[in-house]
T-cell receptor, first 114, second 113 residues
């Protein structure tokens, strides 16, 4: 079966531009997460969607970051007015509903801000 | 505030040796402790996980040891192989695996042939 799919795999853009990153979770998974992986900083939680509940946005670093999940499936992470410190790998994960089920990660989008 | 501290940052082991990576946490509400393995250019993949009601869990060559009173847990890789060379992350969450994870900063493991 297909795993978590993220696109694009690489994105290079100029400072100040807006970017959209896409995540297709595993079919049937109700939970979806976005993390950011910066060099030497490990993975940092950004946002969490669970079914129809209000998302947990507590990890978003600024109001330039937003995310949505349409129809309980595909999610888009948007970064407005990108800054150089936004350069990182953005990882998406999904998991089935319920406890004891692990998160499955995609291979990420490597974002470079020039 | 770093809630999960991981050490060492890097580790070099000879083939057949034991690799040991340690993590310490601060939040006593954490109740799920997974380890992830990540190869270059790939997303992290769950390796093994433990809950605080047990002190040790073994899956093949991989063992998690958990010390609740010390708020520490560690990953042991027995008979380390060159194919184990990767970055390893410990993590923790409150409310089980189906919620946001707090990660350590990772350990780059190199297993020499």
């Amino acid at each position: 079966g297909a795993g978590v799919s993220q696109s694009p795999s690489n994105k290079v853009t100029e400072k100040g531009k807006d970017v959209e990153l896409r995540c297709d979770p595993i079919s049937g998974h109700t939970a979806l997460y976005w993390y950011r992986q910066s060099l030497g900083q490990g993975l940092e939680f950004l946002i969490y969607f669970q079914g129809n509940s209000a998302p947990d946005k507590s990890g978003l670093p600024s109001d330039r970051f937003s995310a949505e999940r349409t129809g309980g499936s595909v999610s888009t992470l948007t970064i407005q007015r990108t800054q150089q410190e936004d350069s990182a790998v953005y990882l998406c994960a999904s998991s089935p509903d319920g406890l004891g089920q692990p998160q499955h990660f995609g291979d990420g989008t490597r974002l470079s801000i020039l | 505030q770093q809630q999960v501290k991981q050490s060492p940052q890097s580790l070099i082991v000879q083939k057949g040796g034991i690799s040991i990576i340690n993590c310490a946490y601060e939040n006593t509400a954490f109740d799920y402790f997974p380890w992830y393995q990540q190869f270059p250019g790939k997303g992290p993949a769950l390796l093994i996980a433990i809950r605080p009601d047990v002190s040790e869990k073994k899956e093949g060559r991989f063992t998690i040891s958990f010390n609740k009173s010390a708020k520490q847990f560690s990953l042991h890789i027995m008979d380390s192989q060159p194919g184990d060379s990767a970055t390893y992350f410990c993590a923790a969450s409150v409310g089980g695996s189906n919620y946001k994870l707090t990660f350590g900063k990772g350990t780059l493991l190199t297993v020499n042939p």
